[in-house]
């Protein structure tokens, strides 16, 4: 059974703080994503990852970076929390195919 | 620009009654089409691709190139089914065959 865990489930900072998010998938799958879960948005891409190293802008990427130094693990940095970046935040692995694992979530809230 | 349109953000059939939750899509290429479910406090998951041609607790999704649409039916709806569902596309090209764009979801409430 694939697992992708995200550290928390819920976050709350201040508004201008660092905060990472952190994700583990434990199945060896080449690609991992970031997506935020809004309301009558869907699922929007931040970034995504198909390497160790490798990374490519989604289609919201401004005010996040992401890093993947071990292919397990894809965290996901807001450099400084502001308002508009309360929402769910949502892991995803796959492998070689577009079929995606998907984390828990974190709903973060920034104040 | 790719892009996954689910026109209805709530659908409320009665239990027994049929289903249709409808997905368009606008891509020039050839897409592999998804339908994802999220139940409540569960993670989102695969309930379908366009590719295995299968029925899924029910459901089916056809499909059709001509209107670029892949709408997902069931011709019973159960309570159980109640949930978001997501129709998502991805890219056949390059590096990016992987990425999944969703659509913004259309929640299922069915009535007992």
């Known amino acids: 059974d694939v697992k992708v865990t995200q550290s928390s489930r819920y976050l709350v900072k201040r508004t201008g703080e660092k905060v990472f998010l952190e994700c583990v998938q434990d199945?060896?799958?080449?690609?991992m994503f970031w997506y935020r879960q809004d309301p009558g948005l869907g699922l929007r891409l931040i970034y995504f990852?198909?390497?160790?190293?490798?990374?490519e802008k989604g289609d919201i990427p401004e005010g996040y970076s992401v890093s993947r130094e071990k292919k397990e693990r894809f965290s996901l940095i807001l450099e400084s929390a502001s308002t508009n970046q309360t929402s769910m935040y949502l892991c995803?692995?796959?492998?070689?195919?577009?079929?995606?694992?998907f984390g828990q979530g974190t709903r973060l809230t920034v104040v | 620009a790719q892009r996954v349109t689910q026109p209805e953000k709530l659908l409320s059939v009665f239990k027994g009654a049929p289903v249709e939750l409808k997905c368009n899509y606008s891509?020039?290429?050839?897409?592999?089409l998804f339908w994802y479910v999220q139940y409540s406090r569960q993670r989102l998951q695969l309930l379908l691709r366009?590719?295995s041609r299968e029925s899924i607790k029910g459901f089916t999704a056809d499909l059709n190139k001509g209107e670029t649409s892949f709408h997902l039916k069931k011709p019973f709806a159960q309570e159980e089914d109640s949930a978001m569902y997501y129709c998502?596309?991805?890219?056949?090209?390059?590096?990016?065959?992987?990425?999944?764009?969703f659509g913004t979801g259309t929640l299922l409430a069915v009535q007992p």
């Open positions: 990852s198909y390497d160790v190293k490798m990374k």
């Open positions: 366009h590719i």
């Open positions: 891509y020039s290429g050839s897409p592999e």
């Open positions: 998502a596309l991805s890219p056949n090209y390059g590096g990016a065959t992987n990425k999944l764009i």
């Open positions: 995803a692995s796959s492998p070689d195919t577009p079929e995606a694992f």
């Open positions: 199945m060896d799958h080449e690609n």
